[in-house]
């Protein structure tokens, strides 16, 4: 029945400055925006496929949410952290250790990022591996992962 999930809603304090972050940092192409509603719309991925909304509050109103980016693993691996520094986008992992390396969610497997947006939603770069899930392992470093999986 239920296939994926196409769209997702954030409220941000400055619809201008949000606009500029997911389109001009992050890529994200904006395919509708209603200046009177205070709302915008950006696709992620293809056209059509999956959909953000952003909707402009009162920081009153905002409340901090949590989604992820799907990203080839190559990129998070070699690029992810450069790019969000470059960006001045503070990375840092689910541990919130110090690091700024991803880590592997051992259950699923998968490996991902973190970096937080303009208003203060924790935004991740993630990236499924192949493989069985190895629960047990908890969360855990890439080069961990691949020794331990005999990747």
């Given at each position: 029945m239920i296939t994926g999930l196409y769209e997702t809603h954030l409220f941000v304090e400055n619809l201008e400055t949000s606009i500029d972050f997911y389109k001009n940092i992050l890529g994200l192409r904006?395919?509708?925006?209603?200046?009177?509603?205070?709302?915008?719309?950006?696709?992620?991925?293809?056209?059509?496929?999956a959909m953000l909304g952003l909707w402009e509050k009162p920081a009153s109103e905002i409340d901090r949410?949590?989604?992820?980016?799907?990203?080839?693993?190559?990129?998070?691996?070699n690029h992810a952290t450069e790019f969000l520094n470059q960006h001045h986008l503070k990375p840092y992992n689910f541990l919130k250790d110090g690091s700024d390396k991803p880590m592997v969610f051992a259950w699923m497997p998968a490996l991902a990022i973190y970096f937080d947006d303009p208003d203060g939603h924790?935004?991740?770069?993630?990236?499924?591996?192949?493989?069985?899930?190895?629960?047990?392992?908890?969360?855990?470093?890439y080069d961990e992962w691949m020794e331990i999986s005999g990747g």
């Open positions: 904006q395919c509708h925006f209603e200046p009177g509603r205070r709302i915008a719309f950006f696709w992620i991925g293809k056209p059509k496929e949410r949590h989604f992820a980016f799907r990203c080839e693993m190559e990129f998070i691996l924790v935004l991740e770069f993630i990236s499924v591996l192949e493989g069985e899930g190895r629960p047990e392992l908890g969360v855990i470093s």
